[in-house]
Antibody, heavy 124, light 109 residues
């Protein structure tokens, strides 16, 4: 049974970096049939996909244009986890952040396993 | 890129059938996935690839995708089905390839 366990701080100061980690059990981050995603949810913007990392014959990333200049998603094969770094945060980045596994279903990935969510507040 | 339109709310009596729609352009060319989110919980996949159910999801949940509208149907609605429901597609040609609908609050009367 695949599970995702998130960790990271719930409070980040403006202009600093938001960092979260998602530990995987029951699957591997280097699986060739999965992608590892970050999504956030806020009352203003609803569910918003941020990006993903995945391994096929090499590691690749896809990022949402809205955060592309500020985001890094990295796999960590030694710990079987992946991480989110969002730089230069503002109060608009306040949201619940989720990690999720994506698996191909038809023409695009379905997010079939989700982490528990982390409420991140950007405030001084 | 896709814009997915869902009704903000749907109400249904217990034992009846709830239908939640998701409107988008040219849906026939993409697969639609559906998620249930109960208060305080993470979303949970209930339908993928238009009509397939993950293991553990009751047969009461079904999906369809015709023309420009995808529909999540919940038969014999129970109190525990009260939640927010979101549709989602992949639009690989977009700068935001993963697109979610705005969500529909299902209220069981």
């Amino acid at each position: 049974q695949v599970q995702l366990q998130q960790s990271g701080p719930g409070l980040v100061k403006p202009s600093q970096t938001l960092s979260l980690t998602c530990a995987i059990s029951g699957d591997t981050v280097s699986s060739r049939s999965a992608a590892w995603n970050w999504i956030r949810q806020s009352p203003l913007r609803g569910l918003e996909w941020l990006g993903r990392t995945y391994y096929r014959s090499k590691w690749s990333n896809d990022y949402a244009l809205s955060v592309k200049s500020r985001i890094i998603i990295n796999p960590d094969t030694s710990k079987n986890q992946f991480s989110l770094q969002l730089n230069s945060v503002t109060p608009e980045d306040t949201a619940v952040y989720y990690c999720a596994r994506g698996v191909l279903a038809g023409t695009g990935d379905a997010l079939d396993i989700w982490g528990q969510g982390t409420m991140v507040t950007v405030s001084s | 890129s896709y814009v997915l339109t869902q009704p903000p709310s749907v109400s249904v009596a217990p034992g009846k059938t709830a239908r939640i729609t998701c409107g988008g352009n040219n849906f026939g060319s993409v697969s639609v996935h559906w998620y249930q989110q109960r208060p305080g919980q993470a979303p949970m996949l209930v339908i993928y690839h238009d009509r397939d159910r993950p293991s553990g999801i009751p047969e009461r949940f079904s999906g369809s995708n015709f023309g420009n509208t995808a529909t999540l149907t919940i038969s014999r609605v129970e109190a525990g089905d009260e939640a927010d429901y979101y549709c989602q597609v992949w639009d690989i040609s977009s700068d935001h390839p993963v697109v979610f609908g705005g969500g529909t609050k299902l209220t069981v009367l």
